[in-house]
C-alpha cells in the first residue's frame, strides 16, 4: 500500500511537470494526436502507480516521451505546410446550405443521425436552418446557421475539404 502511494506521488509530479512544461495541448483534444496523447499519458500513469512490474521510471519516461514528442509535431505543424498535411486531416463540409453532401458523409463515415443530433445540439429543428456543418479535425462538429446576409463562401471555409 505505501509504494502505490509512493508511486502515485512520484508520478503525479511528472504529469505535473510534463504538463507545464508541454503546455496546454498536453491534456487537450485539439486534434487526434493530442487526445491519443492524453489517452495514452493516463494508461502511463495508472501503470506507473499500480503494477508493480512497471518501474516508476519506466512510466516516467514513457509520459515525458510522449509530451516531447507532441510537442514537437506541433512545432513542425506550425512550421512546415507538408508536415502538417501529412498528419493533420482538413475539416470536412458535410451540409452545404441546407443539403447533405453525401459522398462527403461516406467519406468520413458520418450519418445523417448523428449530423441531426448536432444540429438539435444546437437548438435547430431543421437541416434547412444550417448553412454549413462541418465535420472538424478534433471529430466535433461545427454548425454555421442560415443567415439572408450569408455569402455562399467564407473564408473560414477555405481549409475545409470539399467545400460546396
Known sequence: MASVALSAIAVYLVVIVT???GGKRSTSKMNNFDWVVTVA???????????????????????VML??????????????????????????LL?????????????VRVSEAEINAALRERGMSSLA???????????????????????????????VANPG
Not at 129 to 153: C, H, K, M, N
Open 19 to 21: 504538463i507545464r512544461i
Open 41 to 63: 499519458t493516463g494508461g502511463l500513469t495508472a501503470s506507473g502507480i499500480l503494477l508493480k512490474d512497471v518501474a516508476v521510471a519506466d512510466a516516467a519516461t514513457g509520459i
Open 67 to 92: 509530451t516531447g514528442l507532441q510537442w514537437m509535431t506541433t512545432w513542425l505543424v506550425l512550421r512546415s505546410p507538408m508536415f502538417c498535411r501529412l498528419v493533420k486531416p482538413s475539416p470536412t
Open 95 to 107: 451540409v452545404d446550405r441546407g443539403e447533405l453532401l453525401e459522398a462527403n458523409m461516406r467519406a
Open 129 to 159: 436552418e444550417a448553412q454549413w456543418v462541418i465535420l472538424e479535425t478534433d471529430a466535433t462538429f461545427s454548425v454555421v446557421p442560415s443567415s439572408p446576409d450569408r455569402g455562399a463562401t467564407a473564408p473560414l471555409l477555405d481549409e
